[in-house]
């Protein structure tokens, strides 16, 4: 019960598991750019990852443009500015909204089913296995995923920038009256290559940290079935943090001199 001796366990334990997660973020790393590059699993892992969270992550971003749209004009509209909708909404999917949003619902599809995934092959022992047979598990279990997100994300961002401009066109000129030429005209003149390119670049990054905490927290996963639902709780957990996180520091790097 001595308070000292919390504070100093809780601080070894934070400096132990930071050691533990560096040693595995450099492993994961190393291991994707050296050879052997299983192509195979890395386009399986694409597949899984980008084209099956397309529904979600389009459907996200679709009805975020929408009620940004609509929040717009409520708000814009008590000083007459409700011309600002289309460049508001283009500049807010695009930089922010759209990378951030459909991080967070891959993080809560993606990194669950690989900390799931993994953490399964963990507790059966085929990790072990896998050692056994002269095969790196990084080489071929984590490497894959890290490379496949990192490279997925930024596709799957940019098509759900799209949809999110698209669903606040549908309701700037169908709901709230504006015309259409107008409204892609404002659209256009105020997006700048900046706001898109660093959506995608938080989207590059956010897909390293969903691969990265599913992998790790699967990998480190012990005790049965309750650790492989801890792995999955944590993973998620984790990634959100740190994408919400990341995307603070993105942000001070593109836009602090602005």
């Known amino acids: 019960m001595n308070p000292l001796a919390v504070i100093g366990h809780v601080t070894l334990e934070f400096l132990a598991q930071t050691g533990r997660l560096s040693r595995f973020t450099a492993s994961s790393v190393s291991h994707s750019f050296l050879p052997p590059i299983y192509l195979r699993l890395i386009m399986r892992q694409m597949l899984a990852i980008g084209w099956f969270s397309l529904p979600v992550v389009g459907l996200t971003a679709l009805f975020t443009g929408m009620v940004l749209a609509l ?36 993080a809560g599809r993606v990194a669950s089913a690989l900390a799931a995934e993994i953490g399964t092959m963990r507790v059966t022992e085929q990790i072990d296995a896998l050692t056994t047979l002269s095969t790196n598990p990084f080489k071929y279990l984590v490497a894959p995923r890290i490379i496949a997100a990192t490279l997925t994300l930024p596709l799957l961002i940019l098509i759900a920038d799209i949809i999110g401009v698209m669903g606040g066109y549908l309701i700037g000129t169908h709901k709230l009256g504006f015309n259409s030429g107008t409204y892609l005209k404002n659209t256009f003149d105020f997006m700048e290559t900046v706001d898109v390119v660093s959506g995608l670049v938080k989207a590059a990054v956010f897909g390293f940290i969903v691969a990265l905490m599913g992998c790790y927290h699967g990998f480190h996963s012990k005790g049965g079935a309750q650790g492989v639902g801890k792995a999955t709780t944590d993973a998620v957990v984790w990634s959100s943090i740190l994408i919400l996180t990341a995307d603070y520091f993105i942000t001070e790097l593109f836009f602090a001199g602005k």
């Not at 008590?78 to 807010?92: H, K, L, M, P, T």
């Open 71 to 106: 929040q717009i004009y409520i708000g814009s509209a008590r000083f007459n500015a409700e011309s600002a909708v289309a460049s508001i909404v283009v500049i807010g999917i695009t930089r922010e909204l759209g990378p951030v949003l459909g991080g967070l619902m891959v």
